[in-house]
T-cell receptor
Framework: EAQVTQNPRYLITVTGKKLTVTCSQNMNHEYMSWYRQDPGLGLRQIYY???????DKGDVPEGYKVSRKEKRNFPLILESPSPNQTSLYFC????????????FGPGTRLTVL | EDKVVQSPLSLVVHEGDTVTLNCSYE??????LLWYKQEKKAPTFLFMLTSSGIEKKSGRLSSILDKKELFSILNITATQTGDSAIYLC??????????FGTGTRLKVLA
């Protein structure tokens, strides 16, 4: 089944404790992206990747890192999480240059205390 | 600055009504406009529009883009309770960034 998976689905952590949210897709998509969704602010793009080893900042990259060492995986790293990073996070993927239709993962609800 | 504005912010209708959701935008280098439906979980894709005046249809849902006036509409006819969701409009530009609007929350009453 074609899908985007994220882990963990729920996470409660404390300020400053490094964490990684994994994202994997099995559709051989070139383009992958991370979003955060907050009430009243909608979905905002954090980082995106056009292909392996190619990443770029979205609108809200501060406090986040990403890497794209393999085509299927695009982890989101919070080196020193803070309470303002409490949010619902979505990973998404698409073919990229040929079509912009994105497929979203199930979401990760992160709470930083 | 690229921008997407959706209206109304929320809408309550009765089953069988027709609704029109609006999405206006500003963008430097337009690639496409997309509509998504979000129920309790992840957004699911509805339509991608790239050309003006060509209506896309899927069942009771349809959408059209006006690149001259910089807006798109999403129509839902004969609404059902299962149409209750947040409808998201997103824009892509030449930089391959995605800009989402804040969404329209639709509630359909039985």
């Amino acid at each position: 089944e074609a899908q985007v998976t994220q882990n963990p689905r729920y996470l409660i952590t404390v300020t400053g404790k490094k964490l990684t949210v994994t994202c994997s897709q099995n559709m051989n998509h070139e383009y992958m992206s991370w979003y955060r969704q907050d009430p009243g602010l909608g979905l905002r793009q954090i980082y995106y990747s056009m292909n392996v080893e190619v990443t770029d900042k979205g609108d809200v990259p501060e406090g986040y890192k990403v890497s794209r060492k393999e085509k299927r995986n695009f982890p989101l790293i919070l080196e020193s999480p803070s309470p303002n990073q409490t949010s619902l996070y979505f990973c998404a993927s698409s073919w990229g240059r040929t079509t912009d239709t994105q497929y979203f993962g199930p979401g990760t609800r992160l709470t930083v205390l | 600055e690229d921008k997407v504005v959706q209206s109304p912010l929320s809408l309550v209708v009765h089953e069988g009504d027709t609704v029109t959701l609006n999405c206006s935008y500003e963008v430097t280098n337009f690639r496409s406009l997309l509509w998504y439906k979000q129920e309790k979980k992840a957004p699911t894709f509805l339509f991608m529009l790239t050309s003006s005046g060509i209506e896309k249809k899927s069942g009771r849902l349809s959408s059209i883009l006006d690149k001259k006036e910089l807006f798109s509409i999403l129509n839902i006819t004969a609404t059902q309770t299962g149409d209750s969701a947040i409808y998201l409009c997103a824009l892509t530009s030449g930089t391959y960034k995605y800009i989402f609007g804040t969404g329209t929350r639709l509630k359909v009453l039985a």
